[in-house]
Structure formats: C-alpha cells, structure tokens
Nanobody
Framework: QVQLVESGGGLVQAGGSLRLSCTAS????????MGWFRQAPGKEREFVSA????????SPADSVKGRFTISRDNAKKTVYLQMNSLRLEDTAVYYC??????????????????WGQGTQVTVSS
C-alpha cells in the first residue's frame, strides 16, 4: 500500500519560514510527478506547486511564486516544500500528492493518484 507521509508543519510568525517534507513508501517514486496542495477551512483544496519526476521542471502557483520552492530527492523518495516569507493567508492543511507520469493536469486534484494525510501550517501575526 502506497503511503505519503508529510512532516514539518507547525506554527510560525508571518514573515517566517518552514520546510515541509513528504516521504513515499512502496512507490516507484521516480516515475511520479509530485505536488503540494493546501486546504484552508471552508475552502476548496488549492494547488500550490509541483515538480516533475526528474526534478528538472517545477510549476508553482502564482500565489507562492518567489516565496515557496519545491524540490525532490529521488534516492530518498522525498519531496520538499521550502516556504519563506509566510503570510497569514498561507495558513492551511498542506497535502503531498503524487501523479503518475508528466505534470500535465497535476493542478487538478482529480488527476492525483495518491495523497498524503496532511500537515497543518499556521501563520500568526
């Protein structure tokens, strides 16, 4: 059974930084594009960023461009999300996602093959 396990969430002041990690088990990790989504209370799940299977291509949402950086280590089966200059509106549960193949349609949650359980990120003023 495939598992994606996130870690690194927590409470941080506005302007601060956090790094999220997501490690995959029993997954042919290097065959999957990986992404991060987030969901705030009362809102739909929102795409944050994605990285291709090779790690050569990234695709951040406009709302996080220049602040968040996605990366991956295929040997460790881990994807990271470095979040800098955090804002109050970044508060959400962050989910790791895996999509077999290319990044095409990775921004659509309906195309995701596997999800992590989520990790809470809370930004305070």
């Amino acid at each position: 059974q495939v598992q994606l396990v996130e870690s690194g969430g927590g409470l941080v002041q506005a302007g601060g930084s956090l790094r999220l990690s997501c490690t995959a088990s029993t997954l042919a990790f290097s065959n999957y594009g990986m992404g991060w989504f987030r969901q705030a209370p009362g809102k739909e799940r929102e795409f944050v960023s994605a990285i291709s299977a090779s790690g050569l291509t990234t695709s951040p949402a406009d709302s996080v461009k220049g602040r968040f950086t996605i990366s991956r280590d295929n040997a460790k089966k881990t994807v990271y999300l470095q979040m800098n200059s955090l804002r109050l509106e970044d508060t959400a549960v962050y989910y790791c996602a895996a999509k077999l193949g290319t990044l095409t349609y990775i921004r659509d949650p309906r195309g995701i093959n596997y999800w992590g359980q989520g990790t809470q990120v809370t930004v305070s003023s």
